[in-house]
């Protein structure tokens, strides 16, 4: 049977697409990149916030006409909408056949089987699952970054707003060897650059292994080029694991560390149990690890505006924390209110313009720091690795490569065609507050330190 998968939300979601696919082609099911062409679709889903589910119920009604046509057989929600909504998605919406939460990935070609022996709908919310520490087969593909690499599942924060905990359980960490095993297989593949993930990645531990041992670990695998590791949570980082990103070669100068808000208060209404003075502490200590003159470290977040409560001083203390940190690049969100969460219940719910406008206000002042902190590369040279080829119409062939600490080079045709995996050494020569572009430095000159503005 002919499947295609649509993942929504978090990189948790890719991998489990990734998990499934690879099950699912194991059974003898055959992947496609063509709606029209699946007998079977999955939309593997987000519920982190309103806008994430509004998206999944519109694609539904988007794929009902294939229903109609009688080309696509059966359609599944899976992930942590499936988990929230579980039957209430069956009542409302009579044409959908499977919904399952993230912990029943390990079971999707059993659910398959019953849906093709006429069972319908076919629902799973167990929720947590017991295989979780399994090597699901990787499915035959071309080779495309980011390449995930889940070494825990679950999170125990419980944060006032978010849905996650009660979606996914609580934490489990894999076994080191296991996941060894996996990363290993992934570079026979011919991946050079594995991104490590986890609702709450650092807070891995098994046995006396803990998060920067594992990076240590994996550090040591041969033909393994690039590490890199999401989402972290203050709490959890240790000066040890921010040694260790500096003197693991293998693991790339790049800390994703939310702070949701730089409020003290709105901190701990959001039950985050760090202050601003504590964040404000890690992030000194990350930066004051890297010395190098040219291409440093990134340091990125996410940040919450409009929780329950939020007054303008407290959204103020925001910006002056985005100041003083001045990070590379943030994803910047709206509060949006989770059912069972206890912040939805929470009075003073702040109203939509109110949230909107500081929304904007955020955005445009990292842009301004994000754009400042790139012209400041202009100029400089670094390694890249070509993760996206494009052709443009005018420009001709476009390459996306990543440096290792995180940010997006674009080469616009340069003379040399590249492949997906290359890795080389660019001159950075102009900026956007969201991108760089470049040249590649094939004949190894040193790079002419220029003047900004």
């Not at 098994?206 to 203050?234: W, Y």
């Not at 995996?421 to 000159?445: A, E, R, W």
Request: glycine share 8%; net charge negative; with cysteine.
């Amino acid at each position: 049977m002919k499947y295609y998968i649509q993942s929504f939300g978090c990189q948790m979601n890719v991998y489990d697409a990734k998990s499934m696919m690879g099950l699912l082609n194991e059974a003898g099911h055959e992947s496609t990149s063509h709606l029209e062409e699946a007998e079977l679709i999955l939309l593997n889903t987000c519920a982190i916030r309103e806008g994430a589910e509004q998206r999944v119920r519109g694609r539904i009604g988007q794929l009902k006409k294939y229903k109609d046509r009688g080309s696509l057989k059966y359609l599944g929600v899976c992930g942590c909408m499936g988990q929230k909504e579980g039957e209430r998605l069956t009542r409302d919406v009579p044409f959908l056949d499977l919904v399952m939460g993230p912990g029943a990935i390990g079971s999707i070609v059993r659910l398959v089987d019953a849906l093709e022996r006429g069972n319908r709908p076919v629902l799973d919310l167990h929720g947590i699952d017991d295989d979780f520490d399994e090597v699901y087969p990787v499915a035959d593909e071309e080779i495309v970054y980011p390449r995930f690499l889940s070494i825990m599942k679950g999170c125990d924060k419980k944060c006032t707003y978010c849905i996650v905990p009660y979606t996914r359980g609580p934490e489990r960490s894999r076994d080191p060897q296991i996941l060894l095993q996996e990363a290993e297989s992934l570079v026979q593949k011919g991946y050079k650059e594995i991104t490590l993930i986890g609702q709450t990645v650092n807070s891995y531990h098994f046995g006396d292994v803990h998060f920067p041992k594992l990076l240590e670990m994996v550090n040591q695998i041969a033909g393994l080029k690039r590490i890199r590791f999401a989402t972290s949570h203050p709490n959890s980082v240790t000066h040890e694991m921010l040694d260790a990103i500096a003197t693991l070669d293998h693991v790339c100068e790049h800390l994703h560390l939310p702070v949701q808000s730089g409020s003290n208060r709105v901190l701990a209404e959001m039950d985050r149990n760090y202050t601003r003075e504590d964040y404000l502490e890690i992030t000194r200590y990350f930066r004051s690890r890297f010395k190098a003159p040219l291409i440093q470290s990134t340091l990125t977040t996410d940040i919450i505006v409009g929780f329950p409560g939020e007054t303008e001083e407290d959204f103020e203390q925001t910006l002056d924390l985005i100041r003083s940190v001045r990070f590379d690049g943030a994803f910047m969100f709206k509060y949006s209110p989770r059912r069972g969460t206890p912040a939805a219940e929470m009075e003073n719910q702040v109203d939509d313009f109110t949230k909107a406008r500081r929304l904007e206000r955020l955005i445009q002042l990292q842009q301004q720091i994000a754009g400042e902190n790139n012209r400041w590369l202009i100029g400089q040279k670094a390694e890249v690795m070509v993760e996206r080829v494009s052709h443009h119409p005018k420009q001709g062939r476009v390459y996306e490569a990543r440096l290792r600490t995180g940010r997006i080079v674009k080469l616009i045709n340069p003379e040399i065609e590249y492949r997906v995996g290359d890795m080389f050494d660019v001159i950075i020569t102009d900026c956007s507050s969201y991108s760089l572009y470049g040249n590649p430095d094939h004949d190894g000159s040193n790079p002419k330190q220029l003047e900004i503005a």
